[in-house]
């Protein structure tokens, strides 16, 4: 499989103690007290103290633009829950007003056992799964009010789909058939599945997943039942862009490579920061050590649907109820800074 990974962006380092390097011998991080790799100090545009990006909780993978505030100038408090009502929550995600958000039927094929053949069989017909839907109504609101406070407190309006804005990236752009190396194409009976699933998020039935706030690692998201090995999460979606247009000013932490073409004028990338889904509070992992490489349960993996690419998280192995979900931002392509992912 090709897997798909997350571009780092180089920023201008606005506040950085790189800037200020007769300031490198006064200031030191407020949680460590070390003034070492002063390129990774940030200072307060308030009260001027200097943190390390990675000391702060959560993280700051990149500097932010525009001005930033510490904890404690910022007042930052845990996120304004969004409120559990069923017409706001139909009218934020703009669910199909119909009978079928309020009861809810797994597809036939969901909970059937598969056959098991020999490990070389299996591999060659292993197939993708559809998330199965929580059935309770109360929890699925539950679910989705979850995740509209995240992108409210975001500042991101939902989308489940990618989107093509004119000063962009246009979608006639989107041509799998440029991908360096080639881009597998999805089978008919997957693309059936994925279809499936885009269907029942149209419905309100959305995946069976929790986000919530951890004051380490930010917005994070948690299985809400078990989930099985090959399930399709979600999509990674957003403003489809060039990446030329985002290198130099866009605080990339979550730009996600769409296209990766052997022109670098048609590479193209897709941005969530204005318009997104759950697939962007999804964490990453510590790939530095082997006990973050253990966490990971999601794989990212580019596809070649209807002669377009798309980005799908698919379980690579059974999730627990309960547990974190977390992919490998870097796949094959070791760009994004991840030591300090807790």
Not at 7 to 32: F, G, H, K, P, Y
Not at 112 to 117: E, H, V
Not at 243 to 261: I, Q
């Amino acid at each position: 499989m090709v897997v798909s990974r997350r571009r780092r962006t180089q920023v201008i380092n606005r506040r950085s103690m790189a800037d200020d390097s007769d300031s490198e011998l006064d200031t030191v991080c407020e949680e460590c007290s070390s003034g070492k790799q002063p390129a990774k100090l940030l200072l307060c545009d308030k009260c001027d103290k200097g943190f390390h990006l990675f000391c702060l909780r959560p993280i700051l993978v990149s500097v932010p633009k525009g001005s930033w505030f510490c904890p404690s100038c910022s007042k930052h408090q845990n996120p304004k829950a969004f409120p559990l009502v069923q017409t706001k929550l139909i009218d934020f995600f703009r669910i199909k007003r119909s009978s079928s958000y309020i009861s809810c039927s797994p597809p036939d094929n969901i909970g059937k056992k598969r056959k098991r053949t020999s490990l070389v069989m299996s591999k060659k017909k292993r197939k993708l799964l559809p998330y199965n839907p929580t059935v309770d109504p109360q929890r699925r609101l539950e679910q989705m009010a979850s995740l509209a406070t995240a992108l409210r407190a975001s500042n991101t309006e939902f989308s489940n789909k990618l989107t093509y804005v004119h000063s962009k990236a246009l979608r006639s752009a989107n041509k799998a058939v440029l991908e360096k190396g080639g881009m597998q194409v999805l089978s008919k009976q997957d693309a059936e599945t994925f279809a499936l699933c885009k269907n029942m998020m149209v419905r309100g039935e959305c995946p069976p997943l929790m986000v919530v706030f951890d004051p380490y690692e930010g917005f994070t998201v948690e299985a809400d039942r078990c989930i099985k090995d090959l399930t399709i999460i979600t999509e990674y979606v957003g403003d489809v862009d060039y990446l030329s247009n985002r290198d130099n000013n866009y605080d990339g932490d979550s730009m996600m490579t769409l296209l990766h073409a052997s022109d670098p004028s048609q590479c193209l990338v897709i941005c969530p920061d204005k318009r997104s889904n759950i697939a962007r509070f999804i964490s990453g992992i510590n790939n530095h050590t082997p006990e973050g490489r253990k966490k990971q349960n999601l794989k990212c993996v580019r596809f070649n649907i209807n002669g377009e690419a798309r980005v799908l998280l698919v379980a690579n192995r059974d999730i627990s109820k309960g547990e974190r979900l977390y992919y490998d931002y870097n796949g094959y392509e070791h760009e994004y800074p991840t030591e300090n992912f807790v």
